[in-house]
């Protein structure tokens, strides 16, 4: 029992430090993003009628006339001790208060995103496995094809047609319906754009099980064959569909940022959005510092869930 | 046996050995129809795709305007057919950086093996720490819109992936007997990863090459119709879905047709992904 422990612990050990080197490269490249600005940022940020006094005043405030290296000090003590990346430009507010404030529309989106990318892309797998190479195999194989070229904007604007404008189940944006009724269909678009990626996946390992001996002992033992795919198979396809969202975390973030802007959600999305409108390189740095570790974070976390969750890995390791 | 993919396949009739692939056939047609399109679409068009004419505003489709005009009074069926050069002009442009960098970065790392491995192993992971659109929209933010932008941003992103699967691809054929038997010949390293090795991990970049160009093409369609990508007047197929938007009630076909054309060329794409993969698997 001891000797299964101890790989795992050092597995988790090796995968914290791994997670750690990551958040250290996110922190660097998002300091380095303003570098990318043709010329001096001052100037470019406050447009050629700018007066002198005024791009001076801006250099100083983003500490362009310090040294590469003591910018990014700066940066770093400030982002530990204060968790943020400054100050607003416009505003003057400390990024991660702006960020906290728009938390909450951007966690129930990928929530419930989650929810309805598991709810929808297991049975579709499911459907698919069974009839490996017939008709619902081929039928999933194109809505899949179709899904990953689907724009999650355009597919948010299909929703809305269908579901706002000509049902009117749901609104058009906003949360003035409040929490789950504005957030369904945003949900709904941004699990649309990752349920491809998922069907794919899933449907290999679905036909591996189906494949597998537990399964015929079990049709051998004369259980019937609806009964073998709810309780067993679907069994071991709902983990491994969660885990496969935690990996693809990153790709439904960005995407749900982009969804929360069609439908006028007042989350991360639609800050980001407004502070890339208005130039606001404190806000834009944080909102990329914020989301890329939270993936890093949730990496980290289904990573070691799905090696607990399944001794073939613990093996591996 | 250390031939190139094409010289082996020159050896069975190759014509017949594609059409046995109905994906192959179906994306050749499919994304060949959409390439001749924008190919010849001064040809096709029935109006200038910048004409405006606000009498004749938001007329729905018909013999004169086949998808109707917009909110300027221009013909939404020529602008389509436009637009259709512009993505896919960016498109093809936009991967090639991306593509030639992560190919190399990933056949280096997967030969060498060891410490330069661990090193692309770790910028690759850091890389996709971010997401996707969020560190794409921050470099724009920097860069600036429009083409540049988006050249600046998906070669310092894009290149990621190629490296990802080209990796992968070079760590199993190092592992060949031939490139062992190259090596022992006496052939350098170089030689032995441009000639040996290179040829066989190949054919997997240029499979994704495809699903790529699928996946540049949506991002430029949304950053144009963030209003961050095609600036005006140039007619995208993102920036035509943005102005249909505000007439989605009663005018739905105005930023529906744009997507629906996303859509066919991605679908297309895919499928002469998928069929590539089924033609090369079968050596």
């Known amino acids: ?139 999933v194989r194109i809505l899949t094809t179709a899904g990953i070229a689907m724009p999650a904007f355009w597919t948010g604007l299909l929703l809305i047609l269908l579901f706002s404008v000509r049902l009117g189940w749901f609104p058009v944006g906003g949360v003035r319906d409040g929490y789950p009724t504005s957030i369904v269909l945003p949900a709904l678009t941004a699990a649309v754009a990752i349920v491809p990626v998922l069907v794919r996946s899933l449907r290999a390992e679905l036909v591996e099980v189906l494949r597998a001996d537990f399964v015929a002992t079990l049709r051998a033992a004369g259980l019937p064959e609806r009964r073998i795919l709810a309780r067993h198979v679907l069994r071991n396809a709902a983990l491994p569909a969660l885990v496969l969202v935690g990996t693809n975390i990153s790709y439904l973030l960005g995407g749900a940022l982009i969804v929360e802007k069609v439908f006028a959600l007042p989350g991360l999305g639609d800050l980001m959005f407004d502070a890339i409108g208005s130039r606001d390189l404190p806000v834009i740095q944080g909102v990329v510092i914020y989301t890329a570790l939270a993936v890093v974070l949730v990496t980290l976390v289904t990573d070691h869930l799905a090696t607990v969750l399944d001794p073939r890995l613990r093996r591996a390791a | 046996m250390t031939v190139a993919p094409a010289a082996v396949a020159a050896n069975v009739p190759q014509r017949r050995r594609a059409l046995a692939h109905p994906s192959l056939i179906a994306g050749a047609v499919v994304f060949g129809a959409v390439l001749l399109a924008a190919l010849l679409a001064p040809l096709i068009v029935t109006h200038d795709p910048a004409a405006q004419n606000l009498g004749a505003a938001l007329l729905p489709p018909s013999g004169e305007h086949l998808l109707g005009t917009d909110y300027l009074g221009r013909d939404v069926f020529s602008r389509l057919v436009y637009a259709a050069r512009t993505d896919l002009r960016i498109g093809a442009v936009t991967v090639i950086v991306p593509f030639v960098a992560g190919t190399l970065l990933g056949s280096v790392a997967g030969y060498a093996g060891g410490r330069v491995d661990r090193l692309l192993g770790y910028l690759v992971d850091t890389v996709l720490a971010f997401p996707f659109y969020v560190l794409i929209l921050a470099i724009v933010a920097m860069v600036g819109t429009g083409e540049r932008g988006i050249y600046v941003a998906y070669a310092l992103v894009g290149w990621v992936a190629y490296a990802r699967v080209t990796r992968t691809a070079t760590a199993v054929a190092v592992e060949r007997p031939w490139v062992h038997a190259a090596r022992e010949s006496g052939l350098s390293h170089r030689r032995v990863l441009l000639r040996h090795v290179l040829p066989n991990t190949l054919p997997q970049a240029v499979v994704f090459l495809f699903t790529d160009v699928v996946f540049v093409i949506a991002a430029v369609v949304t950053l144009s119709y963030l209003g961050l990508g095609i600036q005006p007047p140039t007619a995208d197929w993102g920036s035509m879905i943005a102005d249909g938007r505000p007439f989605l009630t009663t005018k739905w076909w105005l930023a529906t047709a744009p997507g629906l054309a996303v859509v066919v060329t991605g679908v297309g794409l895919s499928l002469l992904a998928d069929g590539l993969t089924d033609l090369w698997g079968e050596r």
């Open chain 1, 1 to 139: 029992m001891k000797a299964s422990v101890t790989p795992l612990a050092r597995r988790a050990a090796h995968a914290l430090l791994r997670a750690g080197g990551v958040a250290a490269g996110v922190v660097v490249i998002a300091f380095l993003l303003v570098r990318l600005i043709p010329g001096d940022a001052a100037t470019a940020l406050l447009g050629s009628r700018a007066t002198p006094t005024a791009v001076a005043q801006l250099r100083e405030r983003l500490g362009l006339n310090e040294s590469l290296p003591a910018q990014f000090w700066h940066f770093l003590t400030r982002l530990v001790t204060h968790g943020d990346t400054g100050a607003s430009l416009v505003n003057g507010v400390p990024t991660r208060e702006l960020i906290l404030a728009r938390l909450e529309p951007t966690l129930w989106l990928v929530a419930f995103a989650t929810v309805f990318a598991v709810a929808l892309s297991v049975p579709l797998a499911l459907w698919a496995a069974t009839h490996r190479d017939g008709l619902a195999d081929h039928v």
